[in-house]
């Protein structure tokens, strides 16, 4: 069975930047759409990103266009998100999630295997 963990979630001044990773073991991710997810403290969890099994197709959610970008390096089993610019309002936990879809989704729903999610807290 697939599963997926996150790294890379810190500690991290306002407009300072982070990379989270999201490996995989127990398959391949080349099968699989990949989106990240965040929940903030009293937030509902909110889809941030996403990205096609080929990484062609990507998508963001609004409040993060311009300072994250997803990329997918296959060969290493590991996506990526890069998170710059950081605000306090990105602090959140962030999940990694991998579902058989067609292009890419940033609707949970759509996943069927998720991580156990990386915090990120942005504080100055």
């Known amino acids: 069975q697939l599963q997926l963990v996150e790294s890379g979630g810190g500690l991290v001044q306002p407009g300072g930047s982070l990379r989270l990773s999201c490996a995989a073991s127990?398959?391949?991710?080349?099968?699989?759409?990949i989106g990240w997810f965040r929940q903030g403290p009293g937030k509902e969890r909110e889809g941030v990103s996403c990205?096609?099994?080929?990484?062609?197709?990507?998508n963001y959610a609004d409040s993060v266009k311009g300072r994250f970008t997803i990329s997918r390096d296959n060969a290493k089993n590991t996506v990526y998100l890069q998170i710059n610019s950081l605000k306090p309002e990105d602090t959140a936990v962030y999940y990694c999630?991998?579902?058989?879809?067609?292009?890419?989704?940033?609707?949970?729903?759509?996943?069927?295997?998720w991580g156990q999610g990386t915090q990120v807290t942005v504080s100055a």
């Open positions: 999630a991998a579902g058989i879809t067609a292009g890419c989704s940033t609707r949970g729903n759509q996943y069927r295997y």
């Open positions: 127990g398959g391949t991710l080349d099968y699989y759409a």
């Open positions: 990205i096609s099994r080929s990484g062609v197709s990507t």
